[in-house]
């Protein structure tokens, strides 16, 4: 070739050409992080605002450090919730989804429903759930299932329903039942679209508990905020801390999602965004 590079899919095959590093990716972002966070700081520092209205960064870091004890069981325990939460929607998303794929009448009588579940705000119905079922864990991880699993199920939907025709057509002259065409064909199609309904219901998982928790609950990061909120002085830069912390554990939670796709389709190319 004439600049003796050859290119694939519009990709140099040439080692270190055309290939972004991982660390050229997370570059922008922590970045323009960086420059929030000094932005952040100034703003407090030049027109002295209050810790209570604005504390900076730097106090929030000493504050939250300082009140860890605090702040790590509350941390955990919302972790629970939005951990066993989203395996429950999974457990439900995932049957619904292929029995919607396999019945006309479920996809009639039982799809409308999932869309208008999601319709119900979650501040709206998280006092019932606390006046009908107590403050304990199990309604919490019920209403992080409930408005985790649509994601989960529209992409199940979607990927079932995407499955390679020409595949699906050769098994069937091979007799194959439906089971298998499900595990042979069906499900590995869908697989990817599920991972990213999963990713987006990470992202509701954590919230979703703290809006519980705020209602009515023991422990939690929605009790800690609340306590510090009303507490005299107001402990803003608490609240500040919770809201990192959470921000933090929704972004590792959505890594291990992200490693588990690898790990379920290592067949499948990682992902360039």
């Known amino acids: 070739m ?3 590079l050859s290119l694939v899919a519009g990709e140099s095959v040439v080692p270190g050409v055309g290939r972004r590093p991982g ?15 000094g932005l952040w700081q100034l703003v407090t520092v030049v027109f002295g605002t209050s810790p209570t ?40 998303a995932v049957p619904l989804a292929i029995s919607i794929d396999w019945s006309r009448t479920a996809r009639a009588g039982v799809y409308p429903l999932v869309v208008a579940s999601q319709t119900v705000p979650v501040i709206a119905l998280a006092p019932l759930v606390v006046i009908w079922f107590g403050f304990g864990e199990g309604p919490k991880i019920g209403l992080v299932a409930l408005f985790s699993f649509f994601p989960i199920v529209v992409g199940a939907v979607q990927g079932l329903a995407s499955a390679d025709r020409d595949a699906v057509d050769l098994l069937r002259t091979m007799r194959a039942s439906r089971w298998q065409l499900l595990w042979r064909v069906r499900w590995p199609s869908a697989l990817p679209q599920c991972f990213t309904g999963l990713k987006i219901s ?17 422990q939690g990061l929605g009790v800690y905020m609340n306590a ?46």
């Open 202 to 218: 990470v992202t509701y998982a954590y919230t979703s508990a703290i809006v519980a928790e705020y209602v009515g609950a023991t």
């Open 23 to 37: 660390a050229r990716r997370w570059l922008p972002p922590a970045l323009v992080l960086i420059a929030a966070v």
């Open 2 to 4: 004439k600049a003796g």
């Open 53 to 92: 209205i604005l504390p900076g960064p730097a106090l929030v870091v000493v504050s939250t450090w300082a009140d860890r004890a605090d702040l790590a069981p509350a941390l955990a325990t919302t972790t629970v919730e939005a951990v066993a939460g989203l395996a429950l929607a999974v457990a439900v």
């Open 228 to 273: 510090a909120s009303q507490a005299a002085p107001r402990r803003t830069d608490l609240v500040f801390g919770a809201t990192g912390a959470t921000a933090l554990a929704t972004v590792a939670l959505f890594l291990l999602v992200g490693l588990a796709e690898r790990l379920a389709m290592p067949w499948r190319p990682p992902s360039r965004s």
